[in-house]
C-alpha cells in the first residue's frame, strides 16, 4: 500500500468528496472540508497564523486520511516561537481496517512537520485520537472547566447531562418549578467564600474590533504568563474578525486605563447533547495581567449576565484564571477538554519549568469557531 | 533482528516468538489497530534507532515488511 501524505490543492477536492462518502457509508459522522482553501484561518504570505490542510493519498489518487494544521506564534518564556495544532484527524482506518495504520501515519506526519506541536479538546479520554497521541508519547491533561448557573430554571430544565434517568428529570423540574432550585443556588453562593472584586472603578465597552489599546494590554500581560500565543491586536483581529458578529468583544478600563479584554458568546441551543435548549454564556477567551484577571471575570459574568444567559462555562489552564474564576462565584466540574503536548514541547515546557497551570490556554486556542 | 521483533510483538500483541513469523499481519491481530500500529512504530524506533518517515509508516503492515524497511534503514538482519 502506497499512501503518501500531501498538502490539500484543488486537484483533489473531488477525491475528497468520495472519502466523506465512503466514511458516511460506513456509519462516521466525520468529514474533511470539500475545499482545499480553509474557511477559518486561511494562509497569506503575510501571516504567520494559519491553517494548512493535509491528505494522505493512496497511489496519487484515493485519499484515506486528513488533517488540519494550525501554525500560531506562541510567547514562551518571553521568547516567540511558532507552535502548531492538529486538528480534525480523520483516517478511513475508521470505517476499514485496512487502513488503520494512515492514522498512526497522520500523527507522525504532523509531529515530523511540526515538532512543537499540541492537541487541544480531543473531545475527551475515550476518543481515538487521545489514545493515539498518548501512544506517540504525548503528555495530556484537562484543561479546568468552570461554570456559573445564573438562571436556575433554564439550566435545571435543559441540563441534560445531568437529566439522564425519569428519577432525575422529575426532581429537577420539581426545583426549577418550586423556586428550590433558585434557593439552592443562592444557598451555594452565599456559603462559598468567593469575593467579588471593587467595579465602581471600571468600565466596560463593546468593540466591534480589537485596536492599539489591545496591543497596549498584549505588551503589559506578556511577561507575566511564560507561556501563551501571541495575542496582539493584529493576531485578534484574525482570531476575532470584526464581520463575525457571534463574539462578543469587551474592553475593561480602570480609570480610563484599558487593563484587560474579554471574548465572549451568548449562544442559543436547541436539542444540544449537553445542554438542550438552553441559552448559554461562553468566556472564550481572556487576557489581563494576573492582578486584574478578577475585574476581567467579574465584568464577563456581568455582561453574560445580562445577555440573559442561563449558564455560563469556561475552560482555563493558567492558575491565575482559575483563582479570579472561583473568586468570581464559578464552580469546577469535571472537563474532557484536553491539552496533549509533543514530547518535544513537554520537554521544552519543562525546561522552563512550565508546569499545567503556568500555560494560558483556553477555548481561544483550540481548532476554530466552529467548535466553540 | 527477528529476536527483537519478536520481543517487541510479544509485548504488545502477546504473540509469542514462534508465531511472529514474516507473513503476521494486522488481519492476523485483532489488536493491530492504528494505536497499535503508533506504538509499534514508535518501539521499532527506539530498539532499532531509526526513524521512519511518515510516508514508510504505513508500509510497515507485516513483520516481513517491518524487516525489510529496518534493513533499508542499515539494521544488520
Not at chain 1, 89 to 110: D, K, T
Not at chain 1, 319 to 338: E, K, N
Request: aromatic content about 10%; glycine content about 8%; proline content about 4%.
Amino acid at each position: 500500500m502506497a499512501v503518501r501524505i500531501v498538502e490539500y490543492d484543488a486537484s483533489k477536492e473531488a477525491a475528497v468528496t468520495a472519502f466523506n462518502g465512503r466514511l458516511k457509508a460506513g456509519g462516521a459522522t466525520q468529514g474533511f472540508s470539500e475545499s482545499h482553501v480553509p474557511a477559518w484561518l486561511p494562509p497569506r504570505p503575510d501571516r504567520t497564523l494559519f491553517m494548512q490542510y493535509f491528505l494522505a493519498v493512496e497511489d496519487d489518487a484515493t485519499v484515506r486520511g486528513c488533517y488540519a494544521l494550525k501554525h500560531q506564534d506562541f510567547s514562551i518564556s518571553g521568547r516567540t516561537r511558532s507552535i502548531g495544532l492538529i486538528a480534525l484527524p480523520i483516517s478511513e482506518g475508521i470505517v476499514n481496517r485496512g487502513y488503520a495504520a494512515v492514522g498512526a501515519q497522520l500523527i507522525m506526519h504532523a509531529i515530523r512537520q511540526k515538532p512543537l506541536i499540541y492537541g487541544l479538546g480531543l473531545g475527551g479520554e475515550s476518543e481515538a485520537i487521545t489514545h493515539m497521541v498518548r501512544a506517540a508519547g504525548w503528555r495530556v491533561a484537562p484543561v479546568p472547566f468552570f461554570f456559573r448557573v445564573i438562571r436556575p430554571f433554564g439550566f435545571l430544565r435543559n441540563i441534560r447531562s445531568l437529566r439522564n434517568s425519569p428519577l432525575r428529570r422529575l426532581l429537577m423540574d420539581a426545583l426549577a418549578f418550586s423556586g428550590g432550585g433558585w434557593l439552592g443556588i443562592k444557598a451555594i453562593h452565599l456559603f462559598s467564600r468567593f469575593r467579588l472584586p471593587d467595579g465602581r472603578s471600571l468600565s466596560v465597552e463593546i468593540v466591534d474590533e480589537f485596536s492599539a489599546w489591545a496591543d497596549e494590554v498584549w505588551t503589559r500581560c506578556a511577561p507575566h504568563y511564560g507561556y501563551c500565543a501571541v495575542r496582539d491586536a493584529a493576531t485578534l483581529r484574525i482570531l476575532y474578525p470584526a464581520g463575525d458578529s457571534r463574539f462578543i468583544r469587551m474592553k475593561i478600563s480602570e480609570a480610563g486605563c484599558p487593563i484587560g479584554w474579554a471574548v465572549l458568546l451568548a449562544t442559543d441551543f436547541t436539542h444540544h447533547k449537553h445542554f438542550g435548549g438552553m441559552r448559554l454564556g461562553t468566556i472564550v477567551d481572556v487576557l489581563a495581567i494576573p492582578k486584574d484577571a478578577d475585574k476581567v471575570v467579574f465584568c464577563a459574568e456581568r455582561l453574560l449576565r445580562m445577555q440573559k444567559v442561563d449558564l455560563i462555562v469556561t475552560n482555563q489552564s493558567h492558575a491565575t484564571w482559575q483563582a479570579a474564576l472561583r473568586q468570581c462565584g464559578f464552580l469546577t466540574g469535571p472537563s474532557t477538554f484536553l491539552l496533549a503536548t509533543s514530547r518535544k514541547l513537554t520537554d521544552l515546557l519543562n525546561e522552563s519549568n512550565l508546569t499545567g497551570d503556568r500555560l494560558h490556554l483556553n477555548r481561544g486556542d483550540g481548532d476554530g469557531p466552529i467548535n466553540l | 533482528m527477528q529476536e527483537r521483533i519478536g520481543k517487541i510483538f510479544s509485548g504488545l500483541f502477546g504473540v509469542s516468538r514462534e508465531a511472529c513469523t514474516d507473513a503476521l499481519s494486522p488481519k492476523d491481530i485483532e489488536a493491530w489497530n492504528s494505536v497499535y500500529h503508533l506504538t509499534l512504530v514508535m518501539s521499532l524506533e527506539e530498539e532499532f534507532g531509526v526513524q521512519f518517515s511518515p510516508d514508510e509508516i504505513v508500509e510497515l503492515d507485516s513483520v516481513g515488511a517491518i524487516k525489510a524497511k529496518l534493513a533499508q534503514h542499515g539494521v544488520a538482519r
